[in-house]
């Protein structure tokens, strides 16, 4: 009986929770629905790039303006945040493996690296350079503000993606440096470290901004938007790649690849700048963000509702 009760007390609480932050919840529900929608359209519109670009964009404006409408605001502007700047990125790494592997019948001068060194080699520096830059953050960032930190990456992750442009357009075997030598400076390697600085501020800031009482619900929100812009900027990718012509097949067609990756990789992320100085806050990341709304907790629902002793 005692059990019984109990049950009862903590599940009216945190229906009390679930119906004080509807808006949360059912946000948090249409991101999976889009999300799994998106998958869908993938997969029964395979080869129509525009409806997938359609649907993804509509998608996310959709959940984005919600998310403005329905959730406190400092959380609404990190959240945003987060997902433009990955869909700022835009990826076309597909165009680029090609290029980077592809035989000097289809890139004529080109590096024609072997699959050993591409995804084995590569793959074995890119994950020791995660490991450094998360030695990096905790040695000199973890105690910078938010702004200062995204800033840094966003500029360090534009200076990468330069290294591979200067590759493509075959300027580094022009004063000498070998394309294996030079490749190792480029965003695929450097980019982990990159990576893993740029991530850890996203995770501590993700933490700071939960509801209490819907700390999973807030957290699989957040990492769900940052995820879904990763989705967005893969699909405008492939889209991008086909519209300028890029062909990874005979006869291969890489005479727009240098301008894919200046726009896509070198432009683009800069837009993020002036996005963290309006939407991050100025705070250190060792301070306490400030609600802006009182938070429901389990604890305080479940003690209005219970009785008061005679």
Not at 69 to 91: D, E, G, H, K, T
Not at 259 to 277: E, K, M, N, S
């Amino acid at each position: 009986m005692l059990c019984d009760g109990l049950q009862m007390i903590f599940s009216h609480g945190m229906l009390r929770i679930l119906q004080e932050n509807w808006k949360l919840v059912t946000l948090c529900i249409l991101m999976a629905l889009v999300a799994f929608c998106n998958a869908m359209v993938d997969y029964f519109f395979f080869d129509n790039h525009v409806a997938q670009l359609i649907f993804c964009l509509s998608g996310s404006t959709v959940v984005s303006v919600l998310s403005f409408l329905w959730l406190p605001r400092q959380m609404a502007c990190c959240n945003f945040y987060m997902f433009i700047s990955s869909v700022l990125y835009v990826s076309i790494s597909g165009a680029q493996d090609f290029w980077f592997t592809a035989d000097q019948t289809c890139v004529p001068g080109g590096p024609s690296f072997d699959y050993t060194y591409y995804n084995t080699y590569t793959a074995i520096v890119g994950s020791v350079m995660a490991w450094v830059g998360v030695i990096l953050f905790e040695s000199f960032f973890s105690t910078w503000s938010f702004r200062n930190v995204f800033f840094i990456t966003t500029i360090l992750q534009v200076i990468a993606a330069c290294f591979d442009l200067l590759i493509i357009n075959r300027w580094n075997v022009s004063v000498g440096i070998p394309d294996k030598a030079f490749y190792m400076f480029g965003d695929a390697v450097i980019g982990p470290a990159i990576g893993s600085i740029a991530f850890m501020p996203a995770v501590v800031l993700t933490s700071k901004l939960v509801h209490r009482g819907l700390e999973s619900t807030t957290f699989a929100l957040l990492a769900g938007f940052s995820n879904f812009g990763g989705t967005v900027s893969s699909q405008i990718g492939i889209f991008v790649t086909k519209a300028s012509g890029v062909s990874t097949t005979a006869p291969c067609n890489f005479e727009n690849l240098s301008t894919l990756v200046l726009v896509c990789h070198c432009i683009l992320p800069l837009f993020a700048v002036p996005l963290v100085f309006l939407l991050i806050p100025n705070k250190l990341m060792t301070e306490p963000l400030e609600d802006e709304e009182p938070p429901s907790t389990p604890t305080s629902d479940v003690a209005a509702d219970r009785p008061h002793a005679a």
